[in-house]
């Protein structure tokens, strides 16, 4: 085990719990306790306190808790390479009953796993350079970012380099494996907001300024978004971040989040609730106290939001090759079409996979003569289409209680299904984003979504039902999150409910107005008024 550190928050009586437990040992000397002896001598053997401590080596216990795990195994920046697919899949195939989800932080999860097979899996991920170490606990969890970076013709800069010294230097770090709370970071040079900025807790953005007569491509800094029940949109700061600055900009976020972060309550120790209390302007002076001078915001690259979507063939940045957007329906596939998956990287493109936050796919690196087969290709065809119908190509959904021990309803069977009836039921020529989530968690990122559907329970002469509340206008193009309507629809009414709410927008939004537009031009009170009209004539 590594030599204990002194942390100077060591002698608060005020620490929760799991701060408690975090100083007894640190999360990361679980992963050998793992291989050395929870491996071998099975689930039983498991203390509870290592229990949480678990999900530093990237493993939770699932639901029921009867022995069985999910892993979430980190994709940086969400590429990874056919190799690394391939083993992925095997580790699907030997350890998880053939399952493998796309999250909406571009990592890649297991479920199904046995502690026995923890050893073997680490090793497996370790032989191609995967992880899942930090995927899970209070640390910096899977860095995202552009999943088409280098290839974009959308980006002012290859962050792919960037990526990977976060990574580098952020995973396995132990003077950063006892943070607060979780701690996500987002780095995107695509003008499009490809990696979600507002909602990380550190993000770097696109950004130009010119410094002593010379123009310096560089990114602006975000601190402090996150979802869940309190969900925060991230601050800028007012500094321009050069490309070689970005570690160390980082480490000075991350190093702010370690020292003042809130250790007393769990659901109040995500940095959002520090950089709220302290502001930009204080959270600057800071940084700059540790960092040292940085120059102030240039010129904001950022244009719009594509919302984590890039189906179809786009032409990329050098000319003669295309990149294909894939649709994965709620993320989820088996572990031989992850297999299929590698095989279409190698034939067609330069064997490389992206994993979009939208719980998607794509190919890199396609030349203009094998477009026309790659399309023809029958799993292109049948399974992960390059145009999907509208809501089944723009539903997002989290585990529910299929899995996990939060959940207060089942998601993602149901959103599955629920997109295919909206499809079967209306049309729509226009992206309409619903997201499903199981518990306020909001691990699905309902509050981004145009309608965010969250899982709750109501009683009714039958008995407690599921049902959802119903959220409306979500959106990071100018950065907002959906607003609650008074409407708790049971599961029975929700797709004609929807079907109903959708058609009314449709008939009433202007040309192409996405629903979200529609929903800030029209007013909450007149989708109030619609959802009233639905339930009354129900
Ligand atoms: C206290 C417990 C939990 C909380 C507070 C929580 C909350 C969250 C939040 C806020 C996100 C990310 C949304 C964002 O991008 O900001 C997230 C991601 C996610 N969570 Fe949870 N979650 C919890 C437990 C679980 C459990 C038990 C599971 C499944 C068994 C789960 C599955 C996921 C998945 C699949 C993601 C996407 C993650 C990634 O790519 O890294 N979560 N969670
Ligand atoms: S949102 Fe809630 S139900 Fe869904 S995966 Fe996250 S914790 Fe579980």
Known sequence: MAERKQWKWADDPSLNKMELTKLEKDGLDVIETIVNTYSKEGFQSIESSDMDRF?????YQQRPKDGHFMMRVRIPGGILNSEQARVLAKIAEDYGRDLVDVTTRQAVQFHWLTVESLADIFERLASVGLSSFEACGDCPRTIM?????????HEVLDTRPLVNQLEKFFLLNREFSNLP???KISISANIHNAAHAQINDLAFTPAKKTIEGEEVIGFHVWVGGGLSAKPHLAKKLDVFCRPEEVVKVAEGVTTLFRDFGYRQKRTHARLKFLVADWGAEKFKEELIHLVGELETQGEDLLKGWNGGYFYGIHEQQQKGLY?????VPVGRMNAGELVELARLADEYGDGTIGTCNTQNVLIRNIPQDRVAAFQ????????????PNTFVGYAVSCTGTEYCNLAIVETKERMRSLALYLDDTVTLD???RIHMIGCPNSCGQRQIADIGLQGALVKTPAGMVEAFDIHVGGTLEEAQF????????????LGPFLAQLITLYKEDRLDGEQYWRYV???GLEKIQAQVDSILQTA
């Open 482 to 493: 959906n607003r609650k309507l008074n409407a708790r629809i049971t599961v029975d009414m």
């Open 181 to 183: 709370r979780k701690y």
């Open 520 to 522: 800030e031009r029209v």
């Open 55 to 59: 999900k530093w080596a990237g493993v």
């Open 430 to 432: 226009t992206p309409l």
């Open 376 to 387: 023809a290709e029958p799993i292109i065809v049948n399974r992960f289409k390059l145009k």
């Open 145 to 153: 970012g552009n999943p088409l970076a280098g290839i974009d013709p």
């Open 323 to 327: 990149y294909a957007g894939l649709s």
